[in-house]
């Protein structure tokens, strides 16, 4: 049931003592144990670096198709700048063959490049330069505010995560002190022809790095998770809250303890008052590049092996955006 999903006070966390930390770590490991996706409210980024690059995202979006498309990625498979409808299908990323996703985006990266990397592969592919647009006045300051708080809070959130996991609070600090994190905007446009048959606003996936801190259109539906039973429920958006999920590498952090929850966004009903258009805001998280995500010690009962082998951060990322974006004609 929607009334069911959880909503977490991090302002109650953040503002208890140790024991009292701990018991809000056992909610969260609970929640991650079953579904991955949770509402985080009480998280302090303020309303108008929100309602900014809101506002930003939607105005790039509202400009026409030849505007947009100067900042267009140069090439399929380069992380940043517009990425026009028809060009990415997440569900590839899972091993199907589906129609492209019925959505455009703006994607930007890192703010700033580490001091000293030098490893061409991360140079070229996560700190890649984002291709900023001229118009409107204001986007990229409002973008680089709002990737800011983005990037704060979920290093917070990656405390009460370590928390959860019965880890030091700041277990989790050294590994994405130089978090290879990115931001998307997204616009489903508003729907008028029917889709292809398989296709969806967002083929279902799983994320790929440690947290998404989403913020959905508010009244928006369309986002859903794949429950434990085997069915599709829809994620509400909570009002003051993002929704948060878990993904690939965290489930390989904990040894599938917690959940990567395949979801996606399914179709308005053409021509009923859903057909509308829907946007969001979603900040994957990603530890630093040369980041080993191995199996935590507490995740592992005695006599039990990892299920999977270590991989690299940063080469995982590259991997599997590179599966999601349409070839080259």
């Given at each position: 049931m929607v009334a069911a999903f959880p909503v977490f006070d991090l302002s109650r966390f953040e503002q208890s003592d140790i024991a009292g930390r701990k018991l809000l770590g056992r909610e969260v490991d609970e929640i991650c144990r079953t579904t991955g996706f949770l509402a985080i409210s009480g998280h302090s980024v303020p309303r108008a670096v929100i309602d900014a690059a809101w506002l930003k995202a939607r105005a790039f979006f509202d400009q026409s198709a030849e505007v947009k498309d100067k900042v267009r990625a140069p090439y399929p498979g380069y992380p940043y700048?517009?990425?026009?409808?028809?060009?990415?299908?997440?569900?590839?990323?899972?091993?199907?063959?589906?129609?492209?996703?019925?959505?455009?985006?703006?994607?930007g990266g890192p703010l700033s490049v580490p001091e000293g990397l030098v490893d061409p592969q991360a140079l070229a592919f996560c700190y890649a330069e984002t291709i900023w647009p001229d118009s409107p006045d204001g986007f990229v300051s409002a973008w680089k505010a709002y990737y800011a708080a983005m990037e704060d809070l979920a290093a917070r959130i990656m405390r009460v995560f370590a928390t959860a996991l019965d880890m030091p609070e700041d277990y989790f600090q050294p590994m994405i002190d130089r978090p290879i994190s990115a931001l998307r905007a997204l616009n489903y446009p508003e729907t008028d022809t029917p889709p292809l048959a398989g296709q969806l606003r967002a083929g279902a996936h799983t994320d790929y790095g440690s947290l998404t801190i989403l913020l959905p259109q508010p009244g928006s539906g369309g986002l859903q998770i794949y429950t434990p039973e085997g069915d599709w429920r829809e994620v509400p958006p909570v009002d003051g809250a993002f929704v948060i999920n878990i993904g690939d590498l965290m489930a390989l952090w904990t040894n599938d303890r917690w959940v990567s929850t395949l979801h996606r966004v399914v179709n308005p009903d053409v021509g009923s008052a859903k057909s509308s258009r829907r946007q969001s805001l979603a900040f994957f998280h990603q530890p630093n590049w040369h980041q080993e995500i191995a199996c935590i010690e507490t995740c592992l009962e005695p006599g039990q092996q990892p299920r999977y082998q270590p991989v690299q951060s940063g080469p995982y990322l590259m991997g599997k955006f590179n599966a999601t974006v349409k070839p080259a004609a």
């Open positions: 700048g517009y990425l026009g409808p028809g060009t990415e299908a997440l569900a590839k990323s899972k091993g199907a063959d589906t129609p492209p996703d019925l959505k455009e985006s703006f994607n």
